[in-house]
């Protein structure tokens, strides 16, 4: 993984994501968390990166997730955005991601495999 991310974001792909709702919803409106003042900080610092990186986009949307910081082993702070709301109305994969442990048998027999340590998940 190297030091410093993309500063850009691959080419749309023609898949598009869409979570389905159950129905007879709405999208959760949640307010936001109380922040102190250092968190307020990092959270424009990183908005702000992540705008100009294209990571995130402007959004005018009466509904979100709040967001709040966990601190790292190192000090600095990781967001966490709180989709809880959201996962409480929306309509579970019929095929969801294998398990880890399918995933390891399947490989007991391989010869080279890859894995992939993200920085972070967006």
Known sequence: ???????????????????????????PARAPYRMSQP???E???QLKEMLQSGIIKPA???????VLYQ???????????DY????????KNKYPIPLVADCFDRLSQA???TKIDLRSGY
């Open 1 to 27: 993984m190297p030091d410093e991310l993309p500063r850009k974001l691959p080419p749309k792909s023609a898949v598009d994501h869409e979570i389905e709702l159950v129905p007879g919803t709405k999208p």
């Open 39 to 41: 968190e307020l900080v």
């Open 43 to 45: 959270l424009r610092e």
């Open 60 to 66: 005018k949307l009466p509904y979100g997730a709040p």
């Open 71 to 81: 601190k790292k082993a190192d000090g600095s702070l990781r967001m966490c955005c």
């Open 84 to 91: 809880r709301a959201l996962n409480r109305i929306t309509v």
């Open 111 to 113: 010869k080279y495999f």
